[in-house]
């Protein structure tokens, strides 16, 4: 078991403060950062007064919010982008969507949610749905399961934003997902979907989630473990170009 390192609790507050910035579009006010992490006005002032100095936030004049500023969307764009990465898995998208007749999903994991970058619909399924990119809470989907089980820190941020989102049943549901590697969704997000999702890994790192998701009598409960691990088969190659 790995011992449980020791935080730095003023780099846990930078980090997200940041988030928050970054989930509400790039932009937030002093009160509304304060209010959403929990962290006391003055301390969250003083905290966006240092990243401010070192570039990482920035303000407009005649705008009382915060924005992101250069230094970090440079760091973002050294790193890739959503539009890389969606470029880069478009292919395996197309694929498992053919092979299984289902909708495809692409998504990441962003601060305490999860943003939808792709999708491939070939059945329509989902058309009433709002274009790409969506974002939705992490608790009770497929994707967010994963996102749960496999991301270090995310539960951490639910709990931050959502108080007692993360019970002893979602706790233990979250660690069979960590064991197994793909997490299922019994209409339990969206009623008519049933779902399952994998993890995307790059260097080790879980940076996104793909996700299959059909209607329960096409897709019950047994073949969505199936399609699991052709899904996993389908990311392989992927996974061994990144060494």
């Avoid at 329960?216 to 473990?225: A, E, G, K, T, V």
Wanted: aromatic share 6%; charged share 20%; proline share 5%.
């Amino acid at each position: 078991m790995r011992k449980t390192p020791k935080l730095i609790q003023s780099i846990e507050r930078s980090a997200a403060i940041l988030e928050i910035i970054a989930q509400q579009g790039g932009g937030a006010r002093l009160q509304q950062i304060a209010s959403i992490s929990g962290i006391g006005k003055t301390t969250v002032h003083n905290i966006l007064q240092t990243l401010d100095h070192l570039g990482y936030v920035q303000r407009r004049a005649g705008d009382m919010r915060y924005h992101l500023g250069g230094r970090i969307l440079n760091l973002a764009r050294i790193a890739g982008d959503d539009n890389m990465l969606r470029a880069r898995l478009r292919p395996v998208l197309e694929s498992i969507a053919r092979k299984s007749g289902a909708t495809a999903w692409l998504a990441v994991p962003s601060g305490d949610q999860a943003t939808y970058l792709d999708i491939v619909d070939p059945k329509g399924f989902c058309a009433g749905l709002p274009a790409m990119p969506q974002r939705e809470n992490l608790e009770g989907s497929a994707v967010g399961w994963v996102f749960l089980a496999c991301v270090p820190g995310v539960g951490k941020r639910v709990l931050a934003t959502r108080a007692n989102a993360l019970d002893d049943d979602v706790l233990s549901r979250i660690e069979d997902v960590r064991i197994k590697g793909y997490a299922l969704d019994l209409e339990a997000y969206r009623p008519g979907l049933n779902g399952v999702a994998i993890p995307w890994r790059d260097n080790g790192e879980v940076r996104a989630s793909l996700c299959l998701t059909g209607p329960p009598d096409s897709f019950p409960r047994h073949r969505l473990i199936r399609l699991a691990w052709m899904m996993m088969r389908a990311v392989e190659p992927q996974n061994i170009q990144q060494y």
